[in-house]
């Protein structure tokens, strides 16, 4: 069984919105943080938000006024909207869960999704 899938993706044109989500199963959804990254192409993957424990979250400066993170603990979902997308949005962005909330919960042995596209057109 897959530990995390995500879902949401798609291609929107600047100004729109997309809604990621992010579904943990087994003992991935019991991890205590989780996040999204993303990766342009010809880029590095950068961490763009994580939400831990019952309600910490931490955003990259570069989305923090139009992305929000949050998560159901409940059906195990965790979920990146995405407001007002701009073409340096388009990437895969990736689901991540692990230990803590530093380096966007990516350090130790975190689990990672397959990724999904997001592509924004100008």
């Known amino acids: 069984q897959v530990g995390l899938v995500e879902s949401g993706g798609g291609s929107v044109q600047a100004g729109g919105s997309l809604r990621l989500s992010c579904v943990a199963s087994g003992y991935t959804s019991r991890r205590q943080c989780m996040g999204w990254f993303r990766q342009a192409p010809g880029k590095e993957r950068e961490g763009v938000a994580a939400f831990y424990g019952e309600g910490s979250t931490f955003y990259a400066e570069s989305v923090r006024d139009r992305f929000t993170i949050s998560r159901d603990k409940v059906n195990g979902t965790l979920y990146l909207q995405m407001y007002n997308l701009q073409p340096e949005d388009t990437a895969i962005y990736y689901c991540?869960?692990?230990?803590?909330?530093?380096?966007?919960?990516?350090?130790?042995?975190?689990?990672w999704g397959q990724g999904i596209q997001v592509t924004v057109s100008s």
């Open positions: 991540v869960a692990g230990v803590d909330l530093l380096e966007y919960c990516s350090r130790g042995s975190p689990e």
